[in-house]
């Protein structure tokens, strides 16, 4: 909340549960933002997000297809988040990062090679499963040095590798815009990254079952990974290299406890 409100970004949900199934739900976890009661699912199905797999006369009937909406102040929605797997969920986090670019940064390790500072940043410290969290790697670089961004020809662009891992699914590196940087000692313009840089992917963690035994006995999960590049500066270019990095994140596990008999779906 306190990143939402930095940014003057408003925060409601919204499901098909009653006002009394919110009430008892929001004061048992402290919940102080607006939670909406759609009991007859009319917005939901307004928003197309009705899931229709669910029978009629259960208890789920009219729950929503979950996910994220990003509305501007006149309520036209100008960006959707959500996920083909119900279980997966993107974070608030996350969304700041890829629709605002506003990256939140809860934990961040130094990792320094012989020519670049390498920072391994996340924006969770505690995640649960089906979350998606965005991971970063951030590049300081001293003066008059650079490294090569995808693209080059003839030199190693920057690579970004994570250990295979049944506890995540990830995605793919987004790179940040290179800058075209003139060689004129070969006669070569290249693409490189100068001074900072910021890489950034997302991971899924993997539901329970298949998470809990690759924790450590704190509940903690690692994730490890490396940063390949070449540098040169404006005099010669060394050798590639590559930095050992790694994240680490405590599962949370999911909340269970229904509210009570008098007021939960029949």
């Known amino acids: 909340?306190?990143?939402?409100?930095?940014?003057?970004?408003?925060?409601?949900?919204?499901?098909?549960?009653?006002?009394?199934?919110?009430?008892?739900?929001?004061d048992r976890k402290g919940i102080t933002f607006p939670l909406l009661s759609d009991t007859d699912s009319k917005a939901i199905l307004a928003y197309g997000i009705f899931n229709e797999a669910m029978k009629q006369g259960t208890f789920a009937y009219g729950v929503p297809l979950p996910g994220t909406l990003v509305l501007d102040r006149s309520?036209?929605?100008i960006a959707k988040f959500a996920e083909a797997d119900y279980k997966e969920r993107v974070t608030v986090t996350s969304i700041l990062d890829h629709q605002f670019g506003a990256p939140v940064v809860r934990s961040a390790v130094p990792f320094t090679a012989k020519h670049v500072t390498v920072t391994a940043a996340a924006a969770e410290t505690v995640a649960a499963s089906g979350q998606k969290?965005?991971?970063s790697l951030e590049g300081t670089l001293p003066a008059r040095m650079h490294v090569y961004a995808p693209g080059v020809k003839g030199y190693?662009?920057?690579e970004w590798l994570l250990e295979d891992s049944a506890a995540i699914k990830s995605g793919d590196v987004e790179f940040p815009k290179p800058e075209m940087l003139r060689l004129e000692v070969i006669q070569e313009t290249v693409p490189v990254y100068q001074g900072q840089f910021r890489l950034r992917r997302?991971?899924?963690?993997?539901q329970p079952n298949v998470l809990q035994p690759l924790?450590?006995?704190?509940?903690?999960l690692t994730i490890r990974g490396s940063f390949r590049y070449q540098a040169c500066d404006d005099k010669e270019c060394y050798l590639p290299e590559t930095v050992p990095v790694r994240w680490k994140l405590h599962w949370e596990a999911f909340d269970r406890e229904r509210v009570s008999d008098a007021v939960r779906h029949k």
């Open 156 to 158: 190693k662009p920057v």
């Open 1 to 26: 909340m306190p990143e939402l409100q930095k940014r003057k970004i408003g925060l409601a949900a919204i499901s098909y549960d009653s006002p009394q199934i919110l009430k008892e739900f929001a």
């Open 202 to 206: 997302d991971v899924v963690l993997a």
């Open 75 to 77: 309520g036209r929605i």
């Open 133 to 135: 969290i965005t991971l």
């Open 215 to 220: 924790l450590d006995s704190n509940g903690d």
